[in-house]
């Protein structure tokens, strides 16, 4: 048995720079479940496929946490910190130039974030990959399935913290702190 696939996640609606992340995570999950598949029926397979609903979480929460950083790029790209600069560098006024200096503040702030979170992602989609290669070895007996549901668990509760920093960052317009 393996869990539902939300029909949302479409890696193409979003920046490469986002959508390479999803990508590897479908990969990683379609992956995990062929190693499933190839399970003789029994307990093992049976926690695998327990395993599984972890596993389709953490996919889950990668695509939720691309679309927020897809979501931030947006937001840095409205802002136009090349304009800003040049009106900033331009202005006499002070408060003028304190006005645009905030605006400068801001975006970099969101930079910032947008590059953390860009690289926990990274960090925990290739942890992704790791845990298939985990998986590979307990489908074969080689390893504990205790093990590997921990390890799924922790990526689990790594990203629903990223995803709830970025999340903050998003409704409030300022970056929260890293979780």
Known sequence: RRGPRPAAIDPFTI????????????????????????????????????????VQHAVTEIWDIARRGDELD???????????????????DPDTKASLQSQLDAAERLRS???DTEARLRLLTTRMGELVA??????????DTDV??????????ELEALRLAINDVNHTGRPASSP
């Open 15 to 54: 920046s490469e720079r986002w959508r390479r992340h999803v990508a590897a995570a479908l990969t990683a999950q379609r992956t995990y479940r062929e190693l499933v598949r190839s399970t003789d029926t029994g307990p093992l397979r049976d926690r695998l496929d327990a395993i599984d609903r972890e």
């Open 74 to 92: 947006e937001a840095l790209s409205a802002l136009n910190t090349p304009s800003l600069t040049a009106r900033a560098n331009q202005a006499t």
């Open 113 to 115: 974030t947008r590059d």
């Open 134 to 143: 985990q998986a590979a070895e307990v489908s074969v007996g080689s390893d």
């Open 148 to 157: 590997l549901g921990t390890a799924v668990s922790d990526v689990v509760t």
